[in-house]
């Protein structure tokens, strides 16, 4: 099928790349014309795993096109994929003045039937808005646009695993015919009948993914109240950490036993600096917004935040504890990004624990493997260190902000030679208390009374 993708962001990128990646004929447009000009170029704007192996195919074999031309690329699909961006405003509600934006393009540019696919994350109802706008829009034009809701459940990190491989694909419509188009869109996915890039040479075995049909309202709410709860669990799961360390338990055991019940679930259960990233956070306000505007009380919603913001302070009492004063002090960071496997440093709890030790007076060195170069653009004033025993040179204490897997396995003797003094404050949980001592270390972590003691 011929695709038009508005919005060449994250999720807009993943979602064209794998869409022709199936074998389907796509169109990306971005009002960015330095984005553009970086993907012409043959280039990627964002570090996503696979995703390169799968846009050099599509390039290939031609089935993907860049164009800075929105009318163009509106014209040129049957069905258009809204993936445009809903930043929170200050209030905390969805900014859908993008979605508008294109809602006006489409409705002037289209000159033939189009299915117009919202993928971007928006608040319930937002679809029928969108109908109303288009028909607003398109009044002269005539031309039949039908809307409906696909929300995505993309992770930064495994975003092409999680599009060609996904556990449920959910599309909210009003009419059969949509229905039957986005059947189609999704068949090689839902078969499994693609050349997969990412497994050779076969792909894991598992359940198919269900191809959910519901109602545009409930596809929007799906997508909301799923970010939602998942930033629940993560708060739930840091408020028993805080009660295990007071409790001498155990926060890494006591997960761990709850996951294996299917009703619990073990992800999403990981104690640490919380839940940051461009999604979560932002969803979970707009959920709030949305279910105060409803008349329906969600402070539950709200707790969850609260607790969110408070992992940075908790940490940083850790740090004040360990290393008194914190004026002039060096202190090397490892990780800036808001989770491993991306360069996104959007509402990352590393820059926002980063910040608060500043302001303190400290002195910092960090290192990530792929988020330094975004990191420079929002904080400007630290040091940037080459490798992870760069940023331990000379530090006083060494920070873990971000779970990346090669933080797991540093040359430990390296690191302590080059510290100052041998102190790890792993916000991540990633290390092993007891190992770690067994190193001679001091070592600080979260819910884990034997490493706090
Ligand atoms: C999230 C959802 O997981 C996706 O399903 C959704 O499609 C996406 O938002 C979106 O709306 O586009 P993502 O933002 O990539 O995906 O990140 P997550 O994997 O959800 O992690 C979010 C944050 O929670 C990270 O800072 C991570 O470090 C933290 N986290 C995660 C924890 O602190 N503990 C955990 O157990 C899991």
Not at 201 to 206: L, V
Not at 314 to 337: N, S, T
Not at 373 to 384: F, S
């Amino acid at each position: 099928m011929k695709i038009s993708v508005i919005g060449a962001g994250y999720v807009g990128l993943v979602t064209g790349c794998c869409l022709a990646e199936i074998g389907h004929e796509v169109v990306c447009t971005d009002n960015d014309p330095a984005k553009l000009k970086v993907l012409e170029s043959g280039g990627l704007p964002i570090y996503e795993p696979g995703l390169d192996r799968v846009i050099e195919n599509a390039r290939k074999d031609k089935r993907l096109r860049f164009l800075s031309d929105p009318g163009e690329t509106i014209r040129s699909g049957d069905a258009i994929f809204i993936c445009v961006g809903t930043p929170p405003l200050p209030d905390g509600d969805a900014d859908l003045s993008a979605i508008d934006n294109v809602a006006r393009l489409i409705a002037t540019e289209a000159r033939s039937p189009k299915l117009v696919v919202e993928k971007s994350t928006v608040p319930a109802r937002t679809g029928q808005e969108l109908k109303r706008a288009l028909a607003v829009y398109g009044r002269k034009s005539g031309v039949e646009l039908r809307v409906a809701s696909n929300p995505e459940f993309l992770r930064e990190g495994t975003a092409v695993g999680d599009f060609l491989h996904p556990d449920r694909i959910v599309v909210g419509v009003e009419d059969e015919t949509a229905e039957k188009q986005l059947r189609e869109i999704y068949r090689p996915v839902i078969e499994r009948s693609f050349q997969c890039p990412i497994h050779t040479p076969k792909c894991p075995n598992g359940p198919a993914p269900s191809f959910v049909v519901t109602t545009i309202n409930s596809a929007e709410l799906i997508k909301h109240a799923s970010n939602s709860f998942l930033a629940l669990k993560i708060s739930y799961a840091n408020m028993v950490a805080d009660l295990a360390e007071k409790l001498g338990a155990d926060i890494e055991e006591v997960t761990q036993a709850m996951g294996m019940d299917p009703r619990i679930g073990s992800t999403f259960l990981k104690a640490g600096l919380g839940f940051g990233g461009f999604c979560l956070p932002k969803d979970l306000q707009a959920f709030v917004h949305l279910a105060e505007r409803s008349g329906v009380d969600f402070s539950m919603l709200k707790e969850a935040e609260k607790i969110n913001h408070g992992r940075i302070e908790r940490f940083y009492e850790k740090v004040r504890e360990m290393l008194w004063v914190i004026r002039g002090k060096q202190i090397g960071v490892l990780g800036l990004a808001f989770k491993a496997n991306t360069d996104d440093v959007r509402f990352s709890p590393a820059i926002d624990m980063i910040r608060h030790l500043l302001a303190q007076g400290a002195r910092i060195r960090a290192y990530d493997p792929e988020a330094v170069e975004r990191a420079k653009a929002i904080l400007p004033e630290i040091e940037y260190a080459k490798s992870p025993y760069d940023a331990a040179q000379d530090s006083e204490a060494l920070v873990i902000a971000t779970e990346w897997d090669e933080f797991r396995k540093l040359d430990w003797e390296r690191v302590q030679k080059a510290m100052v003094r041998p102190l790890i404050l792993d916000g991540r949980n990633l290390l092993s208390p007891k190992e770690m001592k067994a190193r001679g270390f001091e070592y600080r972590c979260f819910g884990r009374a034997s490493a706090n003691a």
